[in-house]
T-cell receptor, first 114, second 110 residues
Framework: DQQVKQNSPSLSVQEGRISILNCDYTNSMFDYFLWYKKYPAEGPTFLISISSIKDKNEDGRFTVFLNKSAKHLSLHIVPSQPGDSAVYFCAAKGSGTSYGKLTFGQGTILTVHP | DAMVIQNPRYQVTQFGKPVTLSCSQTLNHNVMYWYQQKSSQAPKLLFHYYDKDFNNEADTPDNFQSRRPNTSFCFLDIRSPGLGDAAMYLC?????????FGPGTRLLVL
């Protein structure tokens, strides 16, 4: 039972354009969502997060949008740079405590072409 | 200024030979986690500590144990590694919602 899904295994974008990575979830008890970037042979690096009480959070080139009614979140990267090429994971945390298990999606490989 | 440190980065062990992976943190976070990630799959939580309170995921095999002697250090012990335990093992820490990961230890079982 995959509660967090990233349906696009890969995405290819031209440098300077927008990258949009999508994530869907099924558990309405998730209250916090995060995006991580992962390079080969390294651990995930935290990018940006959003609480379920918000619908948008922005940090520099990265913006996360949350649509609770659709149980959908997306990460926008504008403008995309070749150094953004990596695997992107969305993750969700259950409600009840401020810490605890993150449920990850399968990841989307982003390639940004010069 | 590394925040979550994992040693070693690569570990080779033999089938059935106990192995210990280590994690340390300089963030003074009270929660530490161990995840297992097999290639092309999402990271999967094995267990976590809230301070000294140990929380095991229901589907974590008994073969996996953990120790947290103090705030800074956490160990993952695999008592009898099988070929199926070959994976990347990720340590993470948090104080609140955001978890910060170490670089991982890739375990190879021969």
């Amino acid at each position: 039972d995959q509660q967090v899904k990233q349906n696009s295994p890969s995405l290819s974008v031209q440098e300077g354009r927008i990258s949009i990575l999508n994530c869907d979830y099924t558990n309405s008890m998730f209250d916090y969502f995060l995006w991580y970037k992962k390079y080969p042979a390294e651990g995930p690096t935290f990018l940006i997060s959003i609480s379920s009480i918000k619908d948008k959070n922005e940090d520099g080139r990265f913006t996360v949008f949350l649509n609770k009614s659709a149980k959908h979140l997306s990460l926008h990267i504008v403008p995309s740079q070749p150094g953004d090429s990596a695997v992107y994971f969305c993750a969700a945390k259950g409600s009840g405590t401020s810490y605890g298990k993150l449920t990850f999606g399968q990841g989307t490989i982003l390639t940004v072409h010069p | 200024d590394a925040m979550v440190i994992q040693n070693p980065r690569y570990q080779v062990t033999q089938f059935g030979k106990p192995v210990t992976l280590s994690c340390s943190q300089t963030l003074n976070h009270n929660v530490m986690y161990w995840y297992q990630q097999k290639s092309s799959q999402a990271p999967k939580l094995l267990f976590h500590y809230y301070d000294k309170d140990f929380n095991n995921e229901a589907d974590t095999p008994d073969n996996f144990q953990s120790r947290r002697p103090n705030t800074s250090f956490c160990f993952l012990d695999i008592r009898s590694p099988g070929l199926g335990d070959a994976a990347m093992y990720l340590c993470a820490t948090s104080r609140e919602e955001t978890q910060y990961f170490g670089p991982g230890t890739r375990l190879l079982v021969l």
